[in-house]
């Protein structure tokens, strides 16, 4: 079964408008982390957000936000007031395990449109 | 704070012949280093846990004898792709986890490795 699922291989938003990109992992592990990164073009994978699965409150950074669902076993990213450099490819992963191994979803091409 | 420094950046070399790439931690320990792998708009594909002193654990399906790893010091893992062919042609980032981190820290990335073999 794949650890983490992104059935969204590519949107597009209209700029300054919010989008929301899917996430679902699938886990045993009490404790584990869910990240979200931006990979321009140019390869480099850029850290946006983090969520603990202990964690209460909805982790928010600037621009970003994670809506965690739980019970759902979710983690989707908003990105309000989208901006054209925020186009770019975008990854869930999730850190569990003794080893702490990472595991990547598949991506979501997000094009911004002017 | 917490670069990973990889190079090269992009290495063209031709089939049969070796490459070597190296990731390191500039500005902190790094006990912990990761190989990833990553085809063309496709997702990344964990190779290999590099441990500092230890050998390397691979993830199924990766030759160990192809993709050799070696994690002399805490800032330094290399990746050495032996015997190149063209379907080792492929985009190769590595990432590198601090001594002493927090559960919530992500993964520092180096800005990855282009390798093409003609």
């Known amino acids: 079964a794949q650890k983490i699922t992104q059935t969204q291989p590519g949107m597009f938003v209209q700029e300054k408008e919010a989008v929301t990109l899917d996430c679902t992992y699938d886990t045993s592990d009490p404790s584990y982390g869910l990240f979200w990164y931006k990979q321009p073009s140019s390869g480099e994978m850029i850290f946006l957000i983090y969520?603990?699965?202990?964690?209460?409150q909805n982790a928010t950074e600037g621009r970003y936000s994670l809506n965690f669902q739980k019970a759902r076993k979710s983690a989707n990213l908003v990105i309000s007031a989208s901006q054209l450099g925020d186009s770019a490819m975008y990854f869930c992963?999730?850190?569990?395990?003794?080893?702490?191994?990472?595991?990547f979803g598949t991506g979501t091409s997000l094009t911004v449109i002017p | 704070g917490a670069v990973v420094s990889q190079h090269p950046s992009w290495v063209i070399c031709k089939s049969g012949t070796s490459v070597k790439i190296e990731c390191r931690s500039l500005?902190?320990?790094?006990?912990?280093m990761f190989w990833y792998r990553q085809f063309p708009k496709q997702s990344l594909m964990l190779m290999a846990t590099s441990n500092e002193g230890s050998k390397a654990t691979y993830e199924q399906g990766v030759e160990k004898d192809k993709f050799l790893i070696n994690h002399a010091s805490l800032t330094l893992s290399t990746l050495t792709v032996t015997s190149a062919h063209p379907e080792d042609s492929s985009f190769y980032i590595c990432?590198?986890?601090?001594?002493?981190?927090?559960?919530?820290?992500?993964?520092?990335f180096g800005n990855g490795t282009r390798l093409t073999v003609t």
């Open positions: 969520q603990g699965s202990y964690d209460q």
């Open positions: 992963a999730m850190r569990e395990g003794l080893r702490g191994q990472f595991y």
């Open positions: 990432s590198a986890r601090e001594v002493a981190e927090p559960t919530n820290s992500p993964l520092h």
């Open positions: 500005d902190f320990q790094a006990t912990t």
